[in-house]
């Protein structure tokens, strides 16, 4: 994201955490499942992120969609302004300015797993807890499967990299032995 982008998307987040402080998580979903709509339709895309339609065709749609899907009067008023401004094609990157804003909040943070296979529900468990206590914090990880590794985990989480695989570990154990390749 360029840093304009951000730095503009960062403020709308503020605005819109603003609007709902006790009731952000309603405007998340909602937002979530508008964001859903619109990765969904090049059509909707078209309407809402260009200037081909004028502000009021884009509200009307924009209305109609939102009072469909139950959004919060918050989110309703909001999206219109990001609409009026000409702004509604940085509307992921807010997304993922408030989706920052609330993980601060809740004292939570995102991370990412890779590994070579699926983990099962007891695996992510673990692992979870694991750095929750490390961390001190909620963790929420997403999770990609990496066909480069052998075995075990690369968890990237905090601005950290723990490389928990066994291509590093191998790694470590050739350095200790003194064998190089």
Request: charged share 25%; aromatic share 10%; with cysteine.
């Amino acid at each position: 994201m360029a840093f304009e982008t951000q730095k503009i998307s960062q403020i709308y987040a503020k605005a819109l955490f603003g609007l709902a402080p006790d009731g952000y998580k309603s405007v998340y979903k909602s937002l979530q499942e508008f964001l859903k709509l619109l990765d969904g339709s090049q059509d909707l895309s078209l309407v809402l992120c260009t200037e081909v339609f004028s502000a009021e065709e884009r509200n009307k749609v924009l209305g109609k969609i939102l009072d469909t899907l139950g959004a919060t009067p918050e989110l309703k008023h909001f999206l219109t302004f990001v609409s009026d401004k000409g702004r509604f094609n940085t509307i992921q990157e807010i997304f993922l300015c408030f989706e920052q804003e609330m993980y601060q909040k809740e004292n939570t943070i995102c991370g990412q797993v890779s590994s070579s296979t699926d983990l099962n529900s007891n695996e992510v468990s673990q692992l979870t807890k694991a750095f929750e206590t490390k961390l001190n914090k909620k963790v929420v990880f997403s999770f990609k499967k990496n066909s480069d590794l052998i075995g075990g985990v690369v968890v990237d989480v905090g601005g950290m990299t723990y490389d928990l695989s066994i291509q590093h570990k191998l790694k470590k154990l050739r350095e200790e032995l003194g064998v190089y390749h």
